[in-house]
Nanobody, 115 residues
Framework: QVQLVESGGGSVQAGGSLRISCVAS????????MGWFRQAPGKEREMVAL???????NLGNSVRGRFSISRDNAKNTIYLQMNSLRHEDTAMYYC?????????WGQGTQVTVSS
């Protein structure tokens, strides 16, 4: 089992930047892909970015060119660097990890972008 704790969310003006982090604890030796999903009120949860243990990554269409994801395996941490933020990026951002055949989720960190 793994525990995921997000941090770094907050409020920012449109065009600004923010970096959020997710630290994993527990059975970290079994971690495989990790990533970020987001969910805005009234909308479905969508994939933002995924990163493999080797650093390979995939970004959602709506954030490509503005967001980047990175991973520090020594710290069991992933990061999401968000640049050129838009009002439509406002959402709860959830850390995700795939472990032992199941999805694991953090509690989420709120990102609010004011226009």
């Amino acid at each position: 089992q793994v525990q995921l704790v997000e941090s770094g969310g907050g409020s920012v003006q449109a065009g600004g930047s923010l970096r959020i982090s997710c630290v994993a604890s527990g059975s970290v030796e079994e971690l495989r892909d990790m990533g970020w999903f987001r969910q805005a009120p009234g909308k479905e949860r969508e994939m933002v970015a995924l990163v493999s243990p080797s650093g390979g990554y995939n970004l959602g269409n709506s954030v490509r060119g503005r967001f980047s994801i990175s991973r520090d395996n020594a710290k069991n941490t992933i990061y999401l660097q968000m640049n050129s933020l838009r009002h439509e990026d406002t959402a709860m951002y959830y850390c995700w990890a795939y472990l032992s055949g199941r999805d694991n989720w953090g509690q989420g960190t709120q990102v609010t972008v004011s226009s």
